[in-house]
């Protein structure tokens, strides 16, 4: 679907000749840029709205070769000889195990094909993957031959990944016969082979007792860093006395473990090793040798920590106080900030065993502990006191009780605590417990209030230090209607009853809230409410609101207010112009007739939609936009539906396209740069969040808007995921190596096209590939990541270390643990990520946005039917001969 500005049609990348992808072109930063100061730099025009790979369009089913025959022979040991080697020519199969190549060589099949016969022509979308066997084969470019290939040479890879055209015309010499791989076989091998692979391994990780403590988002990361290992029978997988880096998991066969030459047990299939080496780095206390080949996947002290941001023993220690917070009804009220600061405060300390923890007489009030290995026992009464995740003494310190603890507590084994002052505790939650978690109270309720979505943190702090917690008695008028509003009221406790020319038309109750607008607009009440029994409200007013907020706050908040207004109809909207077109549908720019305010309308032709079967690709798109509320995010106001088609009625972005604003910017300045990919991750914080990856972030997704921010738009390939998903979709220079392989990728996908888009914006070009325009050329050079900077790049500065976190194979390790680990990242110090939210930091490019005062009245004045100007451009666009697949869904569209 398109986007919400206007736009130029989708141009096809060039295809490139050569089939065997030889003699690939080596980019060289060096040649691109003169020097840092000429930066009259020629930044490439090309433009791809669209994703080049997009899994809304379904693939044709294995169709070349239409004359050839199949033959059900088996295959000799020349046959599996001739296509392995063919296999290692190409970067799909390289990271696939002996026996996942053996899998895909066991489901070729044999094709035999007279002379002088087509096997695909040029232009046609491609299926299959050839490995000639006997015979010879022409290739023909634009009518000319330009080589031929012979026996033991394959053509057609491409098609494994996607559907792109074919770059030349294959045509059979004399009878030839080939082996044949279609690509919804070797996709349907490779996701089952590598769901199974990855499950495996997260049941190894979930398996181990050490990692137990650690969060499902932190096992899915080690699930990335594990690399596998063989060893054949004998072999010395570690060594006693050497010292310890790796933890190993046997996923295959069997081995013993010795000390000083004595065995002392066999391990097996899913049996570890090495766990210590993890959390100190000790030395091997055995030597385990490998009694049978073996298999194990191994996970490194260095990879543990680049992709949790932490080492194993704080991560341990940290999410063992976490869960003890949580235990706890008092701690547990505290909000992410306070916790992290309690706990950045704390102290560890060990203890052995019968040493003494908490020495009788100690002040109740003046610490509190949490238990995070090990347990305490009573001297007196010899008994368990308190075990791991347990709190002793959080009440006492936070209600102040003067009390002092009458026994010894001690060790029972090695001990670990964490304990902070009574001092230390109030100064991290900055001030009195009371106060700090009514306020916490307030603000969590405040978030949810549409108003406020967009609001910073410090912003929200400021608007709670205005709420007033105000009492009402039982039928006690809170607002009367008709009278003028002057302030917002959430309930704390109890309810209310909402009264309408003297009839109750519902009631309210605790964490609801009303009168929003009134801090906003000069309003009449349209209601009374008054109280059902006592209650307490927090209550703002108006005046100490709009204090708080600076006019360009206010300028906003006002503006997401529009966009908020879900009663408006169709027939409300005049068209004004077309804005674009994509595959699946039209965009215009519509004005509310009476309001005059702007929207954009994507219009979405139901019969392309059975064409191309994309109704739950359309349920899904809907659902996603609907979690989305962003300032930096192009929201959906509403969806229409008739008979004929469906429709969005999106915010409008005046502005322009990010990807011809850094071609006005020249070369970046990295201010500049910051400011840009501060705002990507922003947004993606908010995809993220909500477990939605983009899949195709890339500058001209962006539209730099009338006050120089970039907004996110189209989200045709966005989709929900939990573990991991297999599609390959975005555009080739900005895709993850995982995403390409097909090996199965997670939202660290969205990470590499950022660090992607970083390189662009500094160094004029992106990093791999930028002379390709043949994806497969393209996907090679991101497989090599051959990441070459130019001379000039300060070293100083961060951003080359940054851009290669970013761009790391490893998935687990862009993000280095988590997202405020990511904005803490040195290349930020000293960015303002408070005033990027409410859009105080100057932008730098801000677009000339033309004036559309007098087509806006036009299309108001002529009021021509939005029906006959959609049906006139849809009647242009070319809709496919429906061969469905399968029935839509039932009732798919019943929500818009």
């Known amino acids: ?32 840029q003169v020097n840092k100061s000429n930066t009259q730099i020629s930044r490439k025009n090309l433009k791809q709205k669209k994703p080049v790979v997009d899994g809304r369009i379904r693939p044709e089913e294995f169709s070349e070769a239409p004359t050839a025959i199949m033959t059900d022979r088996p295959k000799s040991a020349t046959d599996v000889r001739l296509i392995s080697n063919s296999l290692q020519k190409h970067f799909i199969f390289s990271n696939l195990t002996e026996g996942q190549k053996f899998l895909i060589i066991e489901h070729m099949k044999l094709y035999t094909i007279n002379s002088n016969q087509i096997i695909f022509e040029q232009g046609t979308k491609g299926s299959a993957f050839f490995v000639i066997c006997t015979g010879r084969v022409d290739v023909i470019v634009n009518g000319n031959k330009v080589n031929s290939l012979k026996i033991g040479e394959s053509f057609g890879e491409l098609a494994l990944l996607h559907d792109t055209p074919r770059s030349a015309t294959l045509k059979s010499i004399i009878n030839t016969s080939f082996w044949v791989l279609d690509r919804k076989t070797f996709r349907s091998i490779l996701e089952d082979l590598n769901a199974k692979n990855y499950q495996e391994n997260k049941a190894f990780i979930d398996s181990i007792p050490l990692f137990k403590i650690l969060s499902e988002p932190q096992k899915e990361s080690l699930v990335h860093c594990l690399s596998s290992l063989k060893y054949s029978v004998g072999q010395k997988i570690v060594n006693e006395g050497d010292p310890g880096e790796l933890l190993y998991i046997i996923k295959e066969g069997n081995v013993s473990c010795t000390q000083r030459s004595k065995e002392i047990r066999k391990m097996t299939k899913g049996d570890y090793f090495g766990e210590q080496a993890l959390l100190y780095g000790s030395v091997r206390t055995a030597t385990i040798t490998a009694l049978d080949d073996v ?65 009788f007489g100690t002040s109740k009030k003046s610490s509190f502990y ?158 009374s409410v008054i109280a059902n029994k006592k209650v307490t409200c927090w209550v703002m007013y108006k005046d100490e609101f709009l204090q708080i907020l600076n006019e360009k706050i206010r300028k906003q908040l006002l503006e997401r207010i529009e966009l908020q207004d879900d009663t408006i109809q169709l027939n409300d909207l005049a068209i004004v112009k077309s804005l674009g077109n994509g595959m699946f549908g039209n965009v215009f720019l519509t004005v509310h007739k009476s309001k005059k305010s702007l929207f954009a309308l994507k219009t979405v032709d139901r019969k392309k939609i059975s064409a191309y079967e994309i109704e739950e690709n359309i349920m899904l798109e809907r659902k996603i936009l609907l979690q989305l509320d962003h300032v930096l995010i192009m929201k959906l106001v509403r969806t229409f539906k008739d008979s004929k088609r469906l429709y969005f009625l999106m915010e409008f972005i005046r502005g322009m396209d990010l990807f011809d604003v850094i071609r006005q910017l020249d070369l970046l300045k990295e201010c500049d740069a910051r400011f840009y990919i501060a705002c990507v991750f922003m947004i993606l914080e908010h995809l993220h969040e909500r477990s939605i990856i983009y899949r195709d972030l890339k500058p001209e997704n962006m539209v730099v808007d009338h006050e120089g921010y970039p907004k996110l738009i189209d989200f045709g390939t966005a989709k929900f995921v939990n573990g991991r998903t297999y599609t390959i979709v975005g555009t080739p220079h900005y895709m993850a190596p995982e995403v390409i392989t097909g090996h199965g990728y997670s939202l660290s996908a969205d990470y590499w096209s950022v660090g992607i888009m970083l390189y662009e914006f500094l ?22 990541r051959r990441l070459v900077y130019p001379k000039w790049v300060d070293n100083k500065n961060h951003v080359k270390e940054f851009i290669n976190q970013l761009l790391s194979k490893n998935p687990a390790s862009r993000i280095g643990g988590n997202f405020d680990n990511l904005k803490n990242n040195p290349w930020f110090i000293g960015f303002n990520w408070d005033k990027l939210m409410s859009k105080e930091l100057k932008a730098p490019y801000v677009p000339k946005v033309s004036n559309l005062d007098t087509e806006i009245e036009a299309a108001i004045r002529n009021n021509k039917n939005i029906d006959d100007i959609i049906s006139r451009i849809e009647n242009k666009d070319e809709v496919p001969k429906n061969k469905r697949h399968a029935n839509p869904p039932d009732a798919w569209d019943s929500e818009f």
């Open 1 to 32: 679907m398109g986007s919400c500005v206007s736009k130029s049609k989708a141009i096809e990348p060039e295809v490139k000749p050569s089939l065997n992808n030889t003699d690939q072109f080596k980019v060289d930063v060096e040649t691109k």
């Open 295 to 359: 298999l194990c996947v191994a996970l490194s002290r260095e990879e543990l920590s680049s992709c949790l941001g932490a080492s194993l023993q704080q991560i341990i220690y940290k999410n063992s106080v976490l869960m003890a917070f949580e235990k706890s009804e008092l701690l547990n009220k505290l909000d992410k900030i306070q916790t992290e600061n309690v706990i950045n405060h704390m102290e560890i300390q060990s203890y052995n065993h019968n040493q003494i923890v908490i020495p």
């Open 370 to 527: 949490v238990i995070v290995k090990g347990e305490l026992r009573s001297i007196k009464s010899r008994e368990s006191a308190y075990k791991v995740f347990d709190v002793v003494g959080d009440a006492n310190v936070i209600k102040e009780i003067d009390d002092v603890y009458k026994d010894d507590f001690i060790a029972v084994g090695e001990v670990d605590i964490a304990h902070i002052s009574d001092s230390g505790f109030f100064n991290a939650i900055g001030g009195d417990y009371g106060q700090v978690t009514n306020n916490n109270e307030a603000m969590k309720l405040l978030k949810r209030v549409q108003l406020f979505r967009g609001l910073t943190q410090a912003q929200f702090s400021n608007l709670v230090n205005i709420v007033k917690i105000i009492e009402y008695e039982d039928e006690q008028v809170i607002v009367e209607q008709n009278n003028p509003g002057d302030c917002f009221f959430l309930i704390k406790t109890g309810k209310v009853d909402i009264i309408k020319d003297g009839q109750v038309i519902r009631s309210i109750t605790k964490n609801d809230y009303f009168g929003e607008r009134s801090l906003l607009f000069n309003n009449f009440r349209s209601a």
């Open 763 to 784: 160094f004029g070009c992106v990093p791999f590939g930028e002379e390709e325009t043949n994806p497969y050329s393209i996907y090679e050079k991101v497989q090599e």
